[in-house]
């Protein structure tokens, strides 16, 4: 089973609707992040959390919000969703009691607003 | 303003010859820095990593060397295989940054049988 999910796998939406994309994750970290990628631009982090009540956003979160239900549930909201937050959408978790700065990702939201 | 570089969109190798992927920054804060391997359809997987205290880590068949005074490093893998082919993207974080990490903008890795 995979440590990092992420639903749905793919969606395809219209300008104005709302979105939401869940992450859930069984690895029992405390932190957790929301990326995009899109062709050229790499990963960018729209928002972060590293408890339940400690939300941050990242360096793109102009459009977007975030909900923390549990140290195991992140979900990102597109509240009126535009053609370009098309993009790849990842969700990923690290470890504050790990030296390391290592982050472990989900499968990825294909998102197309049209 | 980005902070980490990679100059190269793609590169090709032959199969059992050496893939050296490169990787530019330039904010002096950072001090531990990351490859990941990402294939199509999955999301990102960390492949090696190294901190600002040491020049070289080596993990079997892939070695990441760092230059702090040029702040480049680069990512060797020896020998390429054809599996090895991927997006591969360096990324960099700094102590007080909490684990948050700035990632580059990849390189697409094509190793030909």
């Known amino acids: 089973d995979a440590d990092v999910t992420q639903t749905p796998r793919n969606r395809i939406t219209k300008t104005g609707k709302r979105i939401m994309l869940e992450c859930s994750q069984t690895k029992g970290h405390d932190r957790m992040y929301w990326y995009r990628q899109d062709p050229g631009l790499g990963l960018r982090l729209i928002y972060y959390s590293f408890d339940v009540k400690d939300i941050n956003k990242g360096e793109i979160s102009d459009g977007y919000s975030v909900s923390r239900q549990a140290q195991a549930k992140f979900s990102l909201s597109l509240e009126s969703a535009i053609p370009n937050q098309t993009a790849l959408y990842f969700c990923?978790?690290?470890?504050?009691?790990?030296?390391?700065?290592?982050?472990?990702f989900g499968p990825g939201t294909r998102l197309t607003v049209l | 303003d980005q902070q980490v570089k990679q100059n190269s969109p793609s590169l090709s190798v032959q199969e059992g010859r050496i893939s050296i992927l490169n990787c530019d920054y330039t904010?002096?804060?950072?001090?531990?820095f990351l490859w990941y391997k990402k294939y199509p359809a999955e999301g990102p997987t960390f492949l090696i990593s190294i901190s600002s205290i040491k020049d070289k880590n080596e993990d079997g068949r892939f070695t990441v060397f760092l230059n702090k005074s040029a702040k480049h490093l680069s990512l060797h893998i020896v020998p390429s295989q054809p599996g090895d082919s991927a997006v591969y993207f360096c990324a960099a974080s700094y102590s007080g940054g909490y684990q948050k990490v700035t990632f580059g903008t990849g390189t697409k890795l094509q190793v030909i049988p």
């Open positions: 904010n002096s804060m950072f001090d531990y």
């Open positions: 990923a978790t690290s470890d504050s009691s790990l030296a390391g700065h290592e982050q472990f």
